[in-house]
């Protein structure tokens, strides 16, 4: 599977962008797709995942009811709806793919769990 992030930009606080990850080859073999960040001089974070058995959407606390995880299995493609962002949302902004399909919930913020990458996209809120 061969992922591609797309979407970044600089935004001011409060404002919105929405990201895109558009997936090519075995794409059937995607479980959960997810999306993870690196803000500069820190360690990658969970940000959202969707599980593509159940559609059940998981979310870092942060970032709850201000993102908004979908897909969209004809196209391949995942989302990730971002409003109210806020300057701490500033980083590198990467999809994922695990072919677990029934990957736990307890599992799915774990970065090892993931089996394909995109190359990242850049994300900046300014205050």
């Known amino acids: 599977v061969q992922l591609q992030a797309s979407g970044g930009g600089l935004v001011q606080a409060g404002g919105s962008l929405r990201l895109s990850c558009a997936a090519s080859?075995?794409?059937?073999?995607?479980?959960?797709m997810a999306w993870f960040r690196q803000a500069p001089g820190k360690e990658r974070e969970f940000v959202a995942a969707i599980r593509r058995s159940d559609n059940n959407k998981f979310y870092e606390s942060s970032v709850k009811g201000r993102f908004t995880i979908s897909r969209d299995n004809a196209r391949n493609t995942m989302y990730l709806q971002m409003n109210g962002l806020e300057p701490e949302d500033t980083a590198v902004y990467y999809c994922?793919?695990?072919?677990?399909?029934?990957?736990?919930?307890?599992?799915?913020?774990?970065?090892?769990?993931?089996?394909?990458w995109g190359q990242g996209t850049l994300v900046t809120v300014s205050s």
């Open positions: 080859g075995r794409t059937d073999s995607s479980g959960v």
């Open positions: 994922a793919v695990s072919r677990k399909p029934h990957l736990i919930s307890s599992r799915i913020r774990d970065s090892n769990e993931y089996d394909h």
